[in-house]
Nanobody
């Protein structure tokens, strides 16, 4: 079993910054992809940023140049530094981890956190 816990959300004014953290724990054998998604009210969940075990990153066009994803493999943790925040960034942010476990060493399963609320005021 893998637990995924996000932290760092909150309420900030437009133009401000926030840093989200996501830590994975449990019977992890290896982690491949770690990523951040968000879901605004009435909208579908969308990819914000992702990073592979090899260090490749990808971003949604709407956050390029403002958000930076990074990971600490030793801590099974991924971060999302969000700068120049806009009201349209308001959403619940979810962390997704793709991992193999001791019990399932071959299959890569997805694990999601509970989400953290990010609210940007204008």
């Amino acid at each position: 079993q893998v637990q995924v816990v996000e932290s760092g959300g909150g309420l900030v004014k437009a133009g401000g910054s926030l840093r989200l953290s996501c830590a994975a724990s449990g019977s992890i054998r290896s982690i491949t992809v770690m990523g951040w998604y968000r879901q605004a009210p009435g909208k579908q969940r969308e990819l914000v940023a992702g990073t592979s075990s090899g260090g490749n990153t990808n971003y949604a066009d709407s956050v390029k140049g403002r958000f930076t994803i990074s990971r600490d493999n030793a801590k099974n943790t991924v971060y999302l530094q969000m700068n120049a925040l806009k009201p349209e960034d308001t959403a619940v942010y979810y962390c997704k981890v793709v991992a193999t476990t001791i019990r399932r060493p071959i299959d890569r399963d997805e694990y999601w956190g509970q989400g953290t609320q990010v609210t940007i005021s204008s």
